[in-house]
T-cell receptor, first 116, second 110 residues
Framework: DGGITQSPKYLFRKEGQNVTLSCEQNLNHDAMYWYRQDPGQGLRLIYYSQIVNDFQKGDIAEGYSVSREKKESFPLTVTSAQKNPTAFYLC???????????????FGSGTRLTVV | DAKTTQPNSMESNEEEPVHLPCNHSTISGTDYIHWYRQLPSQGPEYVIHGLTSNVNNRMASLAIAEDRKSSTLILHRATLRDAAVYYCILDLSGNTPLVFGKGTRLSVIA
């Protein structure tokens, strides 16, 4: 079955450490997105990529970095510069140009990051 | 940002229809209306989308007002598994990332 896999599901990090969250999709989607969700809040856009080797900052990119070396993969690194990294992180993908108008965004099941 | 307004929460009895409202008075002619839902501790799930005409699929129906300034997501028969946060979102263009607000938290009572 096609879909998006995020790993790990739960992640604990010590303050001052960088950590990388994995996002892999086998849907042949060109566009991929990272969102952050805090308790009781909506989703906020961190970074997105419309095509391999290209990505754009979202609304809250500070303290995060991404790469897009392969179509299937869009890892997110939470750096020590991110002041409040504890949150639920969601990865999504879709077909670009349609903006998800044909099939919508497909989301992964998320990674819950806790800084200890 | 194109803005949508939804009630913070709603309640429904099991096996009854649910009408979830959304106002989007600043919508422009090419903006699509999307609905997603998010179950607890999961990623959002696409529900339905439309432009001008009402839409039906296996999950729900979308009723769009004639002036397009509001829409309603209709769950024909709520089940306990429909308890979730429902997001109404305007899709501004084919390449602009979707903006998720706080949505409506739907509780379903057995």
């Amino acid at each position: 079955d096609g879909g998006i896999t995020q790993s790990p599901k739960y992640l604990f990090r010590k303050e001052g450490q960088n950590v990388t969250l994995s996002c892999e999709q086998n849907l042949n989607h060109d566009a991929m997105y990272w969102y952050r969700q805090d308790p009781g809040q909506g989703l906020r856009l961190i970074y997105y990529s419309q095509i391999v080797n290209d990505f754009q900052k979202g609304d809250i990119a500070e303290g995060y970095s991404v790469s897009r070396e392969k179509k299937e993969s869009f890892p997110l690194t939470v750096t020590s510069a991110q002041k409040n990294p504890t949150a639920f992180y969601l990865c999504a993908s879709t077909t670009p140009g349609t903006g998800g108008r044909d099939y919508g965004y497909t989301f992964g099941s998320g990674t819950r990051l806790t800084v200890v | 940002d194109a803005k949508t307004t939804q009630p913070n929460s709603m309640e429904s009895n099991e096996e009854e229809p649910v009408h979830l409202p959304c106002n989007h008075s600043t919508i422009s002619g090419t903006d699509y209306i999307h609905w997603y839902r998010q179950l607890p501790s999961q990623g959002p799930e696409y529900v339905i989308h439309g432009l001008t005409s009402n839409v039906n699929n296996r999950m729900a129906s979308l009723a769009i007002a004639e002036d397009r300034k509001s829409s309603t997501l209709i769950l024909h028969r709520a089940t306990l598994r429909d308890a979730a946060v429902y997001y109404c979102i305007l899709d501004l263009s084919g390449n602009t990332p979707l903006v998720f607000g706080k949505g409506t938290r739907l509780s379903v009572i057995a």
